[in-house]
């Protein structure tokens, strides 16, 4: 899951034509850690998706679209 | 926003008719913690709320649908 989250911020980072640094600056974190975000090795926090998304004028609703595999629900 | 979340949830484990200890349970978290995230004075890690949506049927980004007010975009 956490690759995908990462894919979707890239994607629409760089179809907004934004570099790591402007996103992780926008989103109020650092380059390092929204390096790692893209790359899928971190999650951020709820706070810091809803601060990613606005950047990226979009929703963290959004950047969850399809990311869950099918996981198991209570019966 | 985490009113918002909070809501989302409370009304979703309503409507499946689950108590919240149950659905604390099955998102692997605390009754306590899951009685704060649905009053809104907490707000749920993204692993944690990928767990209450699976709990729920549903998905994190179907929780998160309307949540943010519109926020500021990068320019």
């Given at each position: ?14 179809a ?37 998304a ?9 950047l ?12």
């Amino acid at each position: 899951m956490m690759q995908r989250i990462g894919k979707h911020i890239r994607d629409r980072r760089l179809a907004l034509g934004l570099s790591v640094p402007r996103l992780a600056n926008a989103a109020e974190t650092t380059t390092r850690y929204m390096e790692m975000i893209e790359a899928g090795s971190r999650y951020p926090s709820l706070m810091t998706l809803f601060r990613i998304a606005a950047a990226l004028d979009t929703t963290a609703s959004e950047l969850l679209v399809g990311v869950e595999a099918p996981l198991a629900s209570v019966g």
